[in-house]
């Protein structure tokens, strides 16, 4: 065999070319059919991907748009809701008012006549109505702690903010003499009016105390008007005061956001265990046509590749265990061959053996 193939001629050559070239044909279709199994492969793996990126999408939007059409329904309940809470409110505010004013009302019709009797008083003594007033009588009979903060009160302006006052306005920089003199201006001003006022204290002092009994007997009124009302804006019992049709509208509403709730849930685990699968179920049957073509694809071209490297198989060992080990590899190639075909019809060479020692003299000669 090794024999008949180094004798070999023109022929033989040529057999040998179409083996080595379809060898090489075959090893370039393995590079394509690779390059294009890896597109194709990408290709679906992109395609899946955009199906699923789509799935979940219309998935969240439709679950979204549900969510959004029971949000707005129980916003708008509330929003009546609301409404009817808040007139209820302002109903129950203005009952409570007429109720401390229907519980307060005999207080303050005596605490009127009181404060009639008291002008009448004053009317009647001839004493000067600018002293009816809580000033005057906190200031010349004093009781308790609010006339003792009115005391307070009157001293801190009278011996402190109104000499400074008037120090500042007029005398700034001018020395402590001046502020002094502010002192001494107040303390006689004031001094003066408060003797001069005295005076009538005691003039009509009998009929004073008489009013400052009323007077008293009016706050002590007004402390009990507080504490009744103190109570009833404390009392919980809403019975009193007419609320029974705001409550009715108040529960059927309540109820209504209840129900809607109860839907919304509902409607959601509906949606993620039957419509979310339905949704899904589209989406894969609108991309199936394309996706299986694509499949196809990529299973002609592997069949083409398996088909092909079987091929080169077969011609790898079919060169290598006819060809290679006789001829050696270095002469295995199409420009080495066409070399050999070249001598051997110039007359260089009778057959492949003489066509390759003449091909190595005149490379080694070169």
């Not at 001094?191 to 009323?214: F, P, Q």
């Not at 006819?322 to 051997?344: D, Q, S, W």
Request: glycine residues 6%; contains cysteine; aromatic residues 8%.
């Amino acid at each position: 065999m090794e024999k008949a193939i180094l004798l070999g001629g023109i022929q033989e050559i040529g057999i040998i070319k179409g083996n080595v070239a379809e060898l090489n044909n075959c090893i370039e279709q393995k590079r394509i059919l690779e390059t294009k199994e890896k597109q194709v492969e990408k290709s679906i793996s992109q395609k899946e991907n955009a199906i699923e990126d789509e799935i979940k999408k219309v998935t969240r939007q439709r679950k979204t748009q549900l969510e959004a059409t029971f949000d707005e329904q129980i916003d708008s309940v509330n929003a009546k809701l609301k409404n009817v809470e808040s007139s209820k409110e302002k109903a129950k505010k203005k009952a409570i008012m007429k109720r401390v004013d229907m519980e307060t009302a005999d207080f303050r019709s005596e605490d009127e006549e009181l404060h009639l009797a008291g002008k009448s008083v004053f009317k009647q003594e001839k004493i000067p109505f600018l002293y009816n007033n809580r000033l005057f009588f906190a200031l010349y009979f004093p009781s308790g702690i609010g006339d003792a903060g009115i005391i307070l009160l009157t001293l801190a302006l009278a011996f402190f903010a109104i000499p400074f006052g008037l120090y500042y306005a007029f005398f700034e920089g001018m020395g402590m003499l001046y502020l002094a003199l502010s002192y001494v201006c107040v303390i006689l001003v004031f001094g003066g009016i408060y003797l001069a006022v005295g005076k009538t204290k005691y003039k009509h002092l009998e009929a004073l105390n008489r009013v400052r009994a009323m007077r008293r007997s009016i706050q002590e009124s007004k402390k009990r008007q507080r504490k009744i009302k103190r109570q009833i804006m404390k009392d919980k019992d809403e019975s009193h005061y007419e609320l029974g049709e705001f409550d009715q509208e108040i529960g059927q509403y309540t109820q209504a956001v209840n129900e809607l709730m109860e839907q919304k849930i509902k409607a959601l685990r509906d949606f993620d265990n039957v419509t979310a699968e339905e949704i899904k179920k589209q989406i894969i049957a609108a991309n199936e046509e394309a996706l299986q073509s694509l499949k196809a694809e990529y299973r002609e071209v592997y069949d083409q590749g398996k088909e092909n490297l079987e091929k080169l198989n077969r011609l790898s060992v079919k060169i290598s265990t006819e060809y290679e080990v006789i001829i050696g590899r270095e002469f295995l190639t199409l420009p080495k061959l066409e070399l050999m075909e070249e001598a051997i019809n110039a007359g260089n060479a009778s057959n492949i053996a003489e066509a390759m020692t003449f091909i190595t003299s005149t490379s080694q000669t070169e």
